[in-house]
């Protein structure tokens, strides 16, 4: 019996608070949580700084990796098994793209890619590939396997069927998620039938599709989703601690770039910097690294840096008022202007940010997301798109809802120690 | 009006997922909670290394605090209020030393404090009696506010009611901790009717009693806890994460007090290698900055330090057997020979671990385990300890019940590229 | 201290498994509950005939008036109280009107209300106001306060805050009703927020708004209700349940218009089929009374009504197949003469069953649903109409959605004992 | 392919609240759950009379059966399947077994069987052997299926492994109504980790046991059974319910006796009185045919089995005190005195009430509870009984506990206006 067939002499067991058990009884599974890489997952949070907005928030990528995985598991174990539309060869590879699909994701994954051009996509295909311990599991299934296993989690892999598991618009990578952030944030949002949504996903040659009967289950699982973006992942609190993060790489990247010289050598961040990060240099980021460097920092002489890393720190966040950019860039600039005079760089204290979301869409090729939209089997046969289907769903498809705040730190602008009228102006334009 | 009665002006509210919501209308309690040293907790978990085992256990200390607040919130707002053994005046101070009552806890508390001969007690009364945030806070609810809190925490406050409410054997921090770890684990053994322990509170003079007719729900938290201890917090993986993480520490004490050469200096722990930690270095000591040091580590040319390190960071752990240490010293010392002549240091690769728990006990002076014993309100007024009601707790009361095990690195010893015959024989005598 | 005002030595407390604890302090709403009217309601399952599809649908509209009045208990207790736009005169009287709200329901509401012409409305004002157990406590509180109840309840009080705090679209009613009924049936869609609204909820003159704030949760509590209504209330085969029960009845009225000689005395439903029930007959129907009958019936000589009983009791139903009226009404006459000619009434065999829901209202004055729409208060103060500032609710707002089966007994139909290529043809038409 | 192995085209569920969902494939178990003697169990409620103090309780023995059930076919397909100590061949027989174990249950069960001598056992025997719709069914899979399915349940049958799986200590009838009691009444005792019993669960040739490693997951189950005895099943108020209605049967009993002239003939009850129940008889009896008679009594002319139909329909049940009947034999023997006196028949009116529960036993021949115990299969191979391994299990295993209270009505005792000396001594002696 080759490698690819083994499995554990007894099935293994993780306690999951979100399915249960997680189970396992393929031995290469279980050597691929093993790996040095999979492991690393344990150090990088689920939802970045989330956890300073719902303090239940401090899970890790390690967990949900392992959620998606038995989500799959289920799917072509219990439902998928011995129909003609599935076939059993692609079991161990749609398992293996569930556990990984996620393994590229660095520390704060959001902001770092934004200030460091990152992908966290391209460091999962360059782990899966590349001289690591999960290539090594991998290439003893076969050579050819790293390569097939990048392709399902890069969407370029040739059965369709395998892709629309992992990332389409009812995939189990959303399934894990909702459920999992709901239940470690607390919020009653991310409730849906799972149950129910699996019973009646039905392979067909190039996607997933649903039978009719369960439509009102993938409504309650849209609306979910829609729930927990505006409530959980948009949630403006979460946004300002986002957007001190991104402030400080963008401070530190800035003096790097001025020869600047850190007290504590941050050596870790020298790629990064240089935008020149190897596999090796991006597998020893995690959040504890970051963390280590923003302690550090607290005490660095710029003191915009030193501010910032304090804030983020001693959750010392940013206020927030609306704001509308097609209305209000005037008043922005005048914003700006004060900000300077009271001494602020409007640059780190005075941000924009804006979130938007599309909670369901059809398939509208070329467009930005491109993932495939959910399509119900019907009682004869035929396969609709949800959305001509469901009220509900067709009410909301496409349209995409978008939020921008100002952020400030209100702290400063109510000492009046110094710049007492200038802040006055401030806080009158800004109304607070 | 004066701080110690000032509220917000708005209830502000936690969503967390044990109380549904944590509530907080206290100025002061609001400002202890944006301290830094109250923010500190986050990056120090619950549970320690249990999240090697049980993956959900990610949750920090932070959350736990909020969570023992929340209970003596309810206990005093909702249970005590206006009952005639209550002293309204001790509201705020109960609050204020159930929010603060871990504060001095630093990483991975058990082995540290092993390690080093720290005691997260006293670093609790340092933090609320020194030149902290925390202090400032107290401080203006009155002078000797800080000190109150400190003895409540201390177990010297006069009144004895309050000090149970925080510790005894059914105070509001075990009520948390085990539904709380029972949560994020996703076992099902901490649930215990909270609600009903609650109502039947009563304050007295020098403690806290429970209605008789409580005695079952009592009963039931005192078995989740029994469960629990054996089930999660004794579990043998998570102590072979805690042996490796001691040993770490150990070991990196030793090569330091040998003037060994650390490629990276290890600042953070100089003052804990030489035994003189100072309040400001101890606040600076996380989570983040050890595992930030465990893997610069990995890379350290001495292999015991290199080798733990990736271990611990990789989850790569001692496997372990049975052992009874009155009965098998002499194979423990056989066993230690064996490891010499395999080139495996045992002091450390070989290492008993032992665990124990005293799962209820009445009160007996001088002993270890001070904690007071629960009390029942009778319905004729009179009080009486509960394992004199209970036969089931009477059952367990006292009853000390200790585990051993013997800890030791299997992959090693499977590796028979070297020292053969050798490895051949350790494996009989461990029956691995 | 009059009686209003009289308070329970010790509070009483009912379990509840939705709202954990059921809290009663008031010796008025103590003794309501104690009285044979609102006992009564034991026997009265809340979901109906629901439970022949969800097995677990069984709990009685006891269990359901204990929830409203909690929730306006605590909203009134914990929300409104000390607020200046809340009369606290009016807590007592909300408080009976939450638990009396649905005293007169009657067995099976639907089906007997529409066959023998009946209101439930009008019977909980008889009860409240009539000679009943009800109305002597009501009356010690003061002369007048049995027509406050009433008045409430029927939506005619001046005070209009207090009617919508029990019948708006966001009231207590519903909120219980959704919640319990998920929990009792087990389906995953009754979930909503119902912490952070009543959090939310703000008396004004004439109503209760929702600050603006907690827009999402009440966005989620209409997507509650509208799976509710689609997946449980409205679910095909508990409307075939409801289809045979009508026609039992039916069944029954006419063979007692026709002087049948029942077999044993349906003395309880003489003054039904008269349509000349009392306040005293009424009282005596309930559930059991009905499932009686419906045994005795079993053995009457008149093989439709002795069918349908049987179908009801054995559960052994009609089943459906989609129904367009509109379209297909050729087809219904033709199928009509069909199963003359096959020996099947159509009358009772052959029976249309309409649903229809509006998910959520503005207010039209003069439409048939007449509850209140829900209002925001916005941060300026403001009070804006849900659907105004909710995307998705406005997309839902005033669509009625409606849905017709044609209901039949397949197991008759596929006997082909007899009238063989009738039946033939009857299959060919409906498509089974 | 014969009926036995007859698979449903599509598998059919029920939406369950404690197991989520139960599956059937079989047509065998399809059919069965159709028969009007498996529905009759929808109008018997599972707990009696507790919903009258757990308002939640309402839930009928249909429900517990499919729970069962279903537990059962997950052991059989899930966990048995495949291992070479369980007979695939004894799948079927097992399923329904578990699924018609308790559909000898009457009314009421606990009241009937003592007061008309009945026995719900003989009673499931003969429904299954009888000339009955489930007799039917099970004789199409084989002639001598339903003598099967009866010894199983009987417990006589040669394959003591299949009457373990569901009459043990730790059998899937007691897992099932330990989970779905705690459910419906609310309560948080009845929650033990089912999952990994499970999991945990070997087939042996003559039992079940259990993997070492699940020993505390049994210890749990074990306490949980334990609570939900004192907590909910003894609860003395529903002992209250429990006395009344075995009184109102005895008092209807007796009058039958006397030749009493019932207004309304109760025809149900005749066999009954008469103790020559026939199985058609007995078929016709359920809690509904019961309520009604129960109303009809209540304008009874004979004032005890009107006041005691009264107090039932209307919950307004005896109060209790403690009571020793070893000590206090000479005080009831005064007290009947007194209530004769007062005018209160004391066989009705004076009632002493015991509820005994053995936690967990060890192997007893010859004792009256001889259920098998729980046996761990060790690590090493061996078989023990749980008690000689667990602490806590041996620290409560045949520790009979038992609760004695006497019960009246408190109202009659406190209406002072009649007899009222020999009240006030009687209320003095009752302590009142």
Redo the contacts between chains.
Sequence with gaps: MGYSAEKLSEEK??????H??VHVRDRVIWDLI???EF?RL??IKQLGTT?LT???A???R??HS?GVYEIIRRIVDDVFRDRAEWDEEERLLSLCAALLHDLGHGPFSHSFEKVFDLDHENFTQEIILGDTEVNKVLSRVHASFPKKVAEVIGKTYKNKLVISLISSQIDADRMDYLQRDA???????G???M?RIL?VMRPREDQVVIKQSGM?AV??YI?SR??MY??VYFHPVTRSAEVILTKILHRAKDLYKQSYSFKHDPIHFYSLFEEKVTLEDYL?L???????YF?MWESEEDTVLSDLC?RF????LFKYVEFDPAKEYKKLSELSSLFMKAGLDPEYYLVVDSSSDLPYDFYRPGEEEERLPIHLLMKNGEIRELSRES??VD??SG?R?TDHKLYFPDDLLQDDTSKKNIKKQIRALLEI
Excluded: C
């Design positions: 067991v993780f306690k999951d608070p979100v249960r058990y093993g790996t040095r492991q344990r150090r956890y719902f303090h239940g401090e899970h890790s390690f967990n392992l239940y470690f944030t607390g919020v009653s949002y409730h849906f039938d149950e019973r009102h409504e309650d609306m829609y729930q505006w409530q020893k995690d959040e504890a690294i970051i963390l280590f302690q304090k720190m001693n959750r010392n009220e509900i009410s909301i349209k809802r």
